[in-house]
């Protein structure tokens, strides 16, 4: 189910003009927990880092996806390559949706020196189902709210989260 809304969310973004935007991310504080889910202001997810570092379970988990899944091609810690942009960079000026929809839908940025390439990961259940948790983390490095390091602390995983990740991951079957 989670990932059919991110696809569909995508399809949304591209069909409404397409995926870049001028509008950025806004203020990245959490008003707001849904089982432990951080939303800000305009209710996109968001990251929360306790004053003794502790951060929310999206954060750390956004951290292991992307160093699964994205820094093959984007650099450790969303820091960019050779190969692709920093992502670090990248969340600063890109929102919520527009994340979703490069992420799923992919990208093609072709000029007269180079032709930079993301594919669609919007089937591949390794990134699709972890999005919120890949945009938490590149959001948190972008306001420079987490180290390049694997976060030393973080909040346990909710069970509204495993539930989710076990339904999106097909494996329903688990009680």
Known sequence: MRKIWFVTAAIFVVAMGGV???????????????????????GNPTYKVAPDGTVDWYTYSGYRRYHSECHVCHGPDGMGSTYAPALKDSLKSMNY????GVVAS?????????ENVMP?????????CYMDDLYVYLRAR???????????????????????????MGHNDKK
């Open 120 to 128: 669609a990961f919007g089937d591949n259940p390794n990134v699709a």
């Open 97 to 100: 949706a527009d994340f979703l």
């Open 106 to 114: 992919g990208r093609k940025n072709v000029s007269t020196s180079q």
């Open 142 to 168: 972008s306001n420079d709210a987490v180290e390049r390091v694997r976060p030393a602390k973080h909040e346990d995983k909710s069970e509204a989260y495993g539930k989710a990740e076990d339904a999106c």
């Open 20 to 42: 870049a935007s001028a509008e950025a991310p806004g203020d990245p504080t959490a008003v707001k927990s849904e089982d432990g889910k951080y939303l800000d202001k305009d």
